[in-house]
C-alpha cells in the first residue's frame, strides 16, 4: 500500500490497465476497467490515461507478452504517471517486474481497494479487519517494500543489529515483526467477534428478530437503513461509504419490532483476503432471520452487481437465506420499458426510491410477512393489578385495542411467538387467530 511503501502523498498523475484473455471477455473487462475508475478516484488520484489490451496467453512474467508490456511502459512514461493501477490481481513477482520495466510504482485493484477501506474504517473492529488484510497482502510483498533493508546483520551491538540474530536480514526482521503482528490482529478480532456473540445472544434473549441489509456497494443501503428507521447513518454517493455496521430498531406495521443492519458493500473481484478479514461483520449477513438485497435499478450494470452480491452471500454461508430483493433508485428510470424489463427479470422484487422514501410501506409489509409465523392475534383478559404484564405487552406486543370490564383489562394484541407463554395464562382465545 502507500503507506506500507512510505509513498504517502506521491502518487498524483494515474494510469489505468486492463489485460483480459477471453476475447468474450471484452465487455466485462471494460466495465471492471471503469469500476477502478471510481474506486481510484475515491482515493483522490488524478487519473490521466486507461487502457485495455486483450493478451492472447497469460505469461507469468507480465500477464502479457514483453513487446506489450513495454509499450504499456512507454505509454505511461508519455502521460507522465507515477503509477500505473492494474485492475487485475498482481502476484509480488509481477509487481516487482513491472516496476523494474517502467521505474514507476505499480499496484493492482486489490491494493486499490484496501487503501479505501483503510481511509474509511472507523471504529476498532472495522480497524482490526483492515489492518489484518492490509499485513496479510503486504507480507509477501516486502522483498519490493524493503529491499534496500536487504542486508544482513552482525548480532552484536547497538542499533538495529541488537534486534537481529548472528546474520540475520532487515527484511528478516521485518517479516517476523509481521507475523507477530497478524497473530495480535486475529487473536484481537477473535476478541472481537466474542463481543459481538454476547451482544447477539442479548438480542436473542429477547427474540427480535433481525434483518440484513445487503447489496452493491454504493446501491443505497445506507439511505434506505436511514428513512425507515430514522438515523443518520453516513450516506454518500461513493464506493465503500460504509465499512461499519450500524444496527436498528424499527417497528413493523403488523407492530413486530425489527433489528436492521447495514453491512459493508460487495465488489466485483472482491479480494478473497477482504472476505476473510471481514467475517466478522458480515456475519451478521449469515445470522440474520432474512436478508434485503438492495440494487441499484438505475444502473447498466444491475445484473452483474446481482450476481456478484449473490455470489460473495453463498461463500459466506448465507446463500440459503430468505431475500427480499429491493430495487432502489427507481425514480431514475424513465424508460417504462427498462422498467418492464427489470419487472421480468426479477419477479417478485419490489420498486423503491430510497432517498425520497417512496414505497418504504409496501417494503415494510413484505418484512412483517417475510415473519409472519413469528406472530399470532390474541385476546387477553388481565387484572389491573398485573402492570407487569401489561409492561410487557406494551413494550413487546402491538396492542390493538384496550377495554375494561369489572376489575380487569381486555387487550386485544398481535403477538410475538417469543412472549406467548408469558402471556398463555392470561388468554380468552379458544383458537390463536394465527399460527403459534
Not at 506500507?4 to 498523475?13: L, T
Not at 507478452?65 to 511502459?73: D, N
Not at 477482504?274 to 432474512?290: G, I, M, N, P, Y
Request: proline share 4%; charged share 25%; aromatic share 6%.
Amino acid at each position: 500500500m502507500f503507506e506500507v511503501r512510505e509513498r504517502p502523498e506521491m502518487v498524483e498523475r494515474a494510469m489505468l490497465v486492463g489485460i483480459y484473455f477471453n476475447p468474450h471477455e471484452e465487455q466485462e473487462a471494460e466495465s471492471l476497467l471503469e469500476e477502478l475508475h471510481e474506486l481510484v478516484g475515491t482515493l483522490g488520484i488524478n487519473i490521466v490515461h486507461s487502457v485495455l489490451y486483450r493478451s492472447r496467453a497469460l505469461h507469468k512474467q507480465y500477464l502479457c507478452g514483453t513487446g506489450k508490456a513495454e509499450e504499456i511502459v512507454n505509454l505511461a512514461k508519455t502521460f507522465e504517471c507515477d503509477v500505473i493501477i492494474f485492475d487485475n490481481g498482481l502476484a509480488p513477482s509481477q509487481q516487482r517486474s513491472w516496476e523494474k520495466l517502467g521505474n514507476v510504482a505499480v499496484i493492482d485493484r486489490e491494493e486499490v481497494i484496501l487503501d479505501i477501506f483503510n481511509k474509511r474504517a472507523h471504529t476498532r473492529e472495522a480497524r482490526i479487519q483492515v489492518d489484518l488484510a492490509r499485513m496479510q497482502y503486504a507480507l509477501p510483498r516486502m522483498a519490493r517494500m524493503w529491499g534496500h533493508l536487504d542486508r544482513e546483520g552482525g548480532g552484536g551491538g547497538g542499533g538495529a543489529g541488537a534486534n537481529r540474530g548472528m546474520g540475520e536480514k532487515q527484511i528478516e526482521v521485518d517479516r517476523r515483526l509481521a507475523y507477530a503482528r497478524i497473530d495480535r490482529l486475529k487473536r484481537e478480532l477473535e476478541d472481537v467477534r466474542s463481543q459481538r456473540k454476547t451482544q447477539r445472544k442479548e438480542r436473542e434473549k429477547l427474540g427480535t428478530p433481525h434483518a440484513a441489509i445487503v447489496g452493491y456497494t454504493n446501491s443505497g443501503k445506507s439511505t434506505l437503513l436511514n428513512r425507515l428507521s430514522g438515523s443518520e447513518v453516513l450516506a454518500k454517493d461513493m464506493l465503500f461509504a460504509t465499512l461499519d455496521t450500524t444496527t436498528r430498531r424499527i417497528e413493523l406495521p403488523d407492530g413486530q419490532p425489527l433489528l436492521l443492519t447495514d453491512t459493508v458493500g460487495f465488489v466485483r473481484n472482491l479480494p478473497h483476503r477482504l472476505v476473510e478479514a471481514f467475517k466478522a461483520t458480515l456475519e451478521e449477513a449469515v445470522l440474520a432471520d432474512f436478508l434485503i438485497h438492495v440494487l441499484d435499478a438505475s444502473s447498466p450494470e444491475i445484473d452483474r452487481f446481482y450476481d456478484t452480491t449473490l455470489q460473495v452471500l453463498e461463500e459466506l454461508g448465507a446463500g440459503d437465506k430468505k431475500i427480499i430483493t429491493v430495487l432502489n433508485k427507481s425514480d431514475l428510470l424513465e424508460d417504462p420499458v427498462q422498467r418492464l424489463l427489470l419487472e421480468n427479470r426479477y419477479p417478485g422484487a419490489i420498486f423503491i426510491a430510497a432517498s425520497l422514501g417512496e414505497n418504504l410501506p409496501a417494503l415494510l409489509a413484505l418484512c412483517a410477512e417475510a415473519l409472519a409465523d413469528r406472530i399470532h392475534t390474541e385476546n387477553y383478559r388481565i387484572p389491573q393489578t398485573r402492570g407487569d404484564v401489561l409492561n410487557l405487552l406494551h413494550r413487546d406486543a402491538k396492542v390493538l385495542s384496550t377495554s375494561y370490564e369489572d376489575n380487569d383489562i381486555l387487550i386485544s394484541a398481535v403477538v410475538p411467538n417469543s412472549i406467548a407463554g408469558k402471556l398463555m395464562a392470561f388468554s380468552t382465545s379458544t383458537t390463536p387467530s394465527g399460527p403459534l
